[in-house]
């Protein structure tokens, strides 16, 4: 056995070149995994642990006002277990050093003390004095974003009167985990901050003393959800409700949730594409190692090695180059996660981030290699095994020889001597080449998908703030507005071109499926919200009938002419029947669409409005904002720019820092395949190359020979890289499509070039090893070899 482990630790050191380069298809493997499960885990594990602690609501509904003392038939509905009344209010806000509009969302705490659901964690300060009626605590990214201290202060509308608060702590909330605005998809601490004040100085500035707008459930064990919704609707009906909603409907939750659902499908279908990858070459691999040591095996067993020795000490060979990209995949896997969870922590805020690699997540992915390691070495070590000491060290039969089809024809006669014997060795050994052709073929698709992403990314963002939201500014209204106002807001300093658009909360059913969403009336041909078609075409409103996006269509199982219930969750609520008229396909929310005059009859209101877009001069915004803040009817000022510069801000930090981690060990490994599949190249064809130079072939000829079939396989391998690429990242894209942002499948050329780029870039520098060890050859070694 001495003698066995002397040929591991020499093995070892011949042969680090491969072992290097299979450790890193192992590595990538592995670290794709522990990344992408270990983000998951992070949101999952910070979010169970905040609910808990906070006691967060499990059913969340609004209303226009209603008695305190309703809050006690409340708590009797069936399943409830704990009432929450509040009240609440959007309001404009004035920061100082801050000339631009920025809206926020103020809530009631009880006066003094922590409320029973949906408590605070104060990160520092303390609650508003329960004597003092300006005092507030603001939101943790709120303050960040404005460097508020305790004891500084903000102006701010209060139901159209201006008031000066004061910043008593620093605090976050569960229903603000991820702190958006209405309306908006990624949080925008700078312009939209959540603030809280003791009940009774709120309810007397919005003038509901002893009244609320807004209430807070919790549900009993084993409590049907759906049965409590009904009921709470009902009693809430004749206040003006406008429709409670679970958990799963509340904003912060349900982004949070899409993201780690989102995490899931890339915690399986990833790891899934680069372990399936690194899995086939790894064998591939593998077994073409231990095939160039048929001799040495043979002359092991010669000297009386039993079968089991033998299969152990390449057990323990491959069993070093697993245990070395294990460990290097969980390094970087475990760097890589820990870099995403702090990026995470900008977007979804927790008191505490829980980071941790799992212990059952590092065995997986050692577990998975090690399978895909024994894979690759147990067919080929079994086939050796199974040969005589004579069998295996006496040279293969010559094989026989005919000239190919392409030999005889007119191109194989105009070959050079070094060409047709390059056709011939390909000819000869199809399937060793088809298999090099697919591995390196495999190899690409792995750099197409990674930098499909980025492309796709620059698509959807072109589609959205070029050809959907065309507007500056969007202005929404504290009540619906005669449609009058729009003369008022176009003759506003500033404004070049006004829209109104009417918007009301609505459900959508259709057989037993249902989706809460928002209809929006516009414009039959509207010029600041363009609505496409899938050829990205301008679409026109039908004067009757509805419109929704695709995605939303083909989740409630709708086809174009089915009629569904739209229950209207606004004002006087009632259901309709409606038609699907067309669909919408734009690549973020999901949305309904209807002719707004058409909307404000079903509605049975005269022409009115929600609010307006705006396309505006830039050079006159300072005097167009100072105008808009005397308006106490506008209720929140955005500004589409910042939405798109956030936008982009999130997806450069997650999903393309991601890809890029992905990209760049999808490039690792094709450098390994490349470099591997020429180093085997080499070992099978040295006593062959060195025999060509005896016989006078020049060094030039003979290094020909073997760079030519690298060149040729790669060549080969290029376009089916592009084919199996292309179906990676449409069955990613299929994956990771969600409610609020669908990536649309656009492979540019861009995309193309850059994975046959990565395969020539590693051939290249394959090559040049190649050609150093060329340099070297010893040829009366190499001729004394046994082939």
Do not use: C
Request: proline content about 4%.
């Amino acid at each position: 056995m001495r003698t066995l482990r002397t040929k591991l630790l020499r093995d070892l050191w011949m042969l680090k070149g491969q072992i290097a380069a299979i450790a890193v298809v192992i590595a990538a493997g592995v670290m794709v995994l522990i990344l992408s499960v270990t983000s998951r885990d992070v949101l999952l594990l910070s979010q169970a642990r905040f609910y808990e602690e906070s006691r967060f609501a499990e059913v969340f509904a609004e209303l226009k006002r209603a008695p305190e003392g309703l809050a006690t038939r409340l708590g009797e509905i069936s399943g409830v277990d704990q009432v929450e009344t509040r009240v609440k209010s959007a309001i404009r806000l004035e920061v100082p050093g801050d000339a631009e509009p920025v809206r926020g969302l103020l809530l009631s705490i009880p006066d003094g003390r922590q409320p029973g659901l949906n408590q605070l964690f104060l990160r520092s300060g303390a609650l508003p004095d329960p004597a003092r009626t300006d005092q507030v605590l603001i939101s943790e990214p709120f303050a960040e974003a404005h460097a508020l201290e305790i004891g500084a202060s903000v102006r701010a509308i209060i139901n159209g009167r201006l008031q000066t608060l004061t910043v008593s702590g620093v605090a976050l909330s569960p229903e603000f985990i991820y702190q958006v605005g209405p309306a908006d998809l990624l949080p925008d601490a700078a312009r939209y901050g959540v603030f809280w004040m003791n009940r009774s100085a709120l309810a007397r500035a919005l003038d509901l003393d002893g009244a609320f707008n807004s209430v807070l459930l919790s549900l009993q064990a084993g409590a049907a959800e759906e049965d409590v919704i009904d009921a709470l609707d009902w009693a809430l009906a004749r206040y003006g409700g406008i429709g409670a909603a679970g958990r799963d409907d509340q904003v912060s939750h349900r982004f949070l949730t899409e993201e780690i659902a989102q995490l899931r499908v890339m915690a399986i279908v990833l790891p899934a594409i680069f372990l399936a990858v690194a899995a086939f070459l790894l064998n591939l691999l593998m077994a073409r190692l231990i095939q160039t040591q048929q001799t040495e095996i043979a002359i092991l067993k010669a000297f009386g090695y039993t079968h089991r020795e033998i299969a152990l000490h390449y057990a323990l060979f491959t069993g070093v180059i697993v245990v070395l990209g294990a460990l290097l995949g969980i390094l970087l896997g475990g760097w890589a996660a820990e870099g995403m969870a702090a990026l995470y922590t900008e977007y979804y805020r927790f008191p505490r981030t829980d980071f941790r690699l799992q212990h059952q997540v590092i065995a997986l992915g050692v577990l998975v290699a090690a399978v895909a390691a024994a894979l690759g070495t147990a067919r080929a070590v079994w086939r050796t095994l199974r040969l005589t000491p004579a069998a295996a060290m006496r040279p293969p039969a010559p094989e026989t020889f005919h000239a190919s089809w392409l030999e005889r024809s007119w191109l194989g006669r105009r070959l050079g001597q070094p060409n047709r014997i390059i056709l011939r060795n390909l000819v000869r050994h199809r399937l060793k080449a088809l298999l090099s052709v697919i591995g390196i073929a495999l190899s690409g698709s792995l750099l197409l998908l990674g930098s499909y992403q980025f492309n796709a990314i620059d698509h959807l963002l072109d589609i959205q703030y070029r050809l959907v939201m065309r507007m500056d500014v969007q202005l929404v209204f504290t009540d619906p507005t005669p449609e009058h106002a729009l003369g008022s807001v176009q003759a506003l300093p500033g404004v070049l071109y006004a829209e109104g658009f009417r918007q009301v909360p609505v459900r959508l059913i259709h057989g037993h499926r249902s989706e809460r969403t928002s209809l929006l009336g516009l414009e039959a041909e509207p010029r600041l919200r363009g609505l496409l078609d899938a050829a990205q075409r301008p679409v026109r409103l039908p004067p009757e009938g509805l419109m929704l996006t695709r995605f939303l269509a083909e989740d409630l199982g709708l086809a174009l002419g089915d009629e569904l219930a739209l229950e209207i969750m606004e004002g006087h609520r009632r259901t309709l029947r409606v038609t699907l008229a067309g669909l919408i396909d734009e690549p973020i929310g999901v949305s309904a669409y209807m002719e707004r005059r058409a909307l404000n009859h079903l509605l049975g209101e005269g022409p009115a409005l929600s609010g307006v877009w705006l396309r505006t001069d830039p050079s006159a915004r300072a005097q167009l904002f100072a105008r808009l803040w005397e308006a106490p009817r506008i209720a929140s000022i955005g500004l589409i720019a910042d939405a798109e510069r956030q936008f982009r801000e999130y997806i450069d930090g997650t999903l393309l820092v991601t890809m890029g981690i992905l990209l760049v060990m999808a490039g690792s490994i094709t450098l390994a395949v490349v470099y591997n599949n020429a180093r085997m190249a080499w070992a099978e064809r040295e006593r062959e190359l060195a025999t060509l130079r005896v016989l006078g072939f020049g060094r030039a000829e003979v290094a020909w020979i073997l760079i030519g079939e690298i060149v040729v396989l790669t060549l080969f391998a290029i376009p089916l890289g592009w084919l199996v690429g292309t179906g990676f990242a449409y069955l990613l894209t299929q994956a990771l499509a969600m409610e609020f942002v669908r990536i649309p499948f656009v492979v540019t050329p861009q995309a193309y070039a850059v994975a046959a780029a990565g395969v020539l870039l590693a051939t290249v520098l394959a090559v040049l090893a190649m050609a150093r060890r060329f340099g070297r050859l010893d040829l009366i070694r190499a001729l004394k070899r046994i082939e």
